[in-house]
């Protein structure tokens, strides 16, 4: 006997697709999708190409489509991931010009990576914030100066339009849709963080900004990270060196484009922040990255972010960015029910 079910509507997330993609762009949101689908079978997503041909992906991989993007129905979702190669290669008036279709046929719109210079060639992030991987941060500030660019925010939600560094994205898109708990089963069943928040640095401590050159300065940052809460100055640093301190700071100023105090300190706040991810108290996470005191880390805090570690620890304790504006999207799209 024929079933007369009515299964219900699903959130239909179109995923832009291009020779040269990133695999890991698409593949990565698609798959916390699906998996979403485990516990709410909510998602259906689609890979769409410019001309509804397979595409060549960054690993060699050719990716079959459900469909071109100029002729797709509306969506819920349309995510735009980027590639490894300069946007001047894979930014094309094609991809612009589906990329421009499904912005008016979605309730939302998301980048990856470097996809968000899709999006700043449609104009969509002008007047608005937007990030994207730190290594392509400074360039795309520079080709689109109507963007605030945020070089070190995991992802940034404004209004219905949200950019990403990383696939990190689709974690926080499930939660908005479904909450804490279905969010946290993805990335279980993932085997992924779930609690790498929108306004959370990029980079860990000890591997962002310029790396050492001189074996010297690799000893002396190395002596650093392995016991941050040690008593650290110039010239105990410069002790340990077998260096003057003179020499030292010119040394750090050099290759790591600050004084040997900024570095410790900077250490010691990613140190104290890393601790607070991983469920640690204020008290804890002081001692541990050589505050002295949660008065001490507090004040870091607070004059580097804005916020008290007790309200950093709670913020980031979900998915869900910080960084968010609530104006509605400036570029019109079709709503999606």
């Known amino acids: 006997m024929a079933s007369h079910f009515t299964a219900p509507h699903r959130r239909r997330v179109g995923i832009l697709v291009f020779d040269g993609v990133k695999m890991l762009d698409f593949a990565g949101p698609a798959e916390v999708f699906v998996e979403a689908n485990q516990t709410v079978p909510d998602y259906e997503v689609v890979l769409l190409s410019v001309d509804g041909r397979a595409v060549q992906t960054s690993i060699g991989a050719r990716i079959e489509v459900g469909g071109k993007a100029a002729e797709a129905e509306a969506f819920d979702t349309v995510v735009i991931p980027g590639s490894e190669l300069p946007p001047s290669s894979f930014v094309t008036p094609e991809v612009i010009a589906a990329a421009r279709h499904l912005s008016w046929h979605t309730r939302r719109l998301a980048s990856i990576c470097s996809g968000a210079f899709v999006l700043a060639e449609l104009g969509v992030f002008d007047g608005r914030r937007a990030t994207t991987h730190w290594k392509f941060a400074a360039d795309l500030a520079r080709r689109y100066p109507a963007i605030a660019v945020d070089p070190d925010a995991i992802f940034v939600r404004d209004g219905n339009l949200y950019s990403s560094a990383g696939v990190d994205l689709a974690l926080a898109l499930v939660e908005e849709d479904h909450g804490a708990d279905v969010a946290r089963r993805v990335a279980q069943a993932l085997v992924v963080y779930m609690q790498r928040a929108g306004g959370q640095s990029q980079f860990s401590a000890s591997l962002s900004g310029p790396a050492p050159r001189s074996p010297l300065l690799r000893s002396v940052v190395d002596l650093i990270c392995a016991d941050p809460a040690y008593p650290h100055t110039v010239q105990t640093l410069a002790t340990h060196a077998r260096v003057s301190v003179r020499h030292l700071t ?88």
């Open 250 to 337: 010119r040394l750090f100023r050099a290759e790591l484009e600050h004084s040997p105090a900024e570095y410790v300190a900077f250490i010691r706040f990613g140190v104290a922040r890393d601790m607070l991810h991983a469920g640690h108290n204020v008290t804890e996470a002081a001692m541990a990255a050589g505050y002295g005191s949660s008065e001490a880390l507090r004040r870091a805090f607070v004059a580097r972010l804005g916020i008290s570690p007790r309200k950093y620890q709670q913020r980031f304790r979900s998915t869900r960015s910080t960084a968010v504006s609530e104006p509605a999207f400036a570029h019109p799209m079709t709503a999606v029910s």
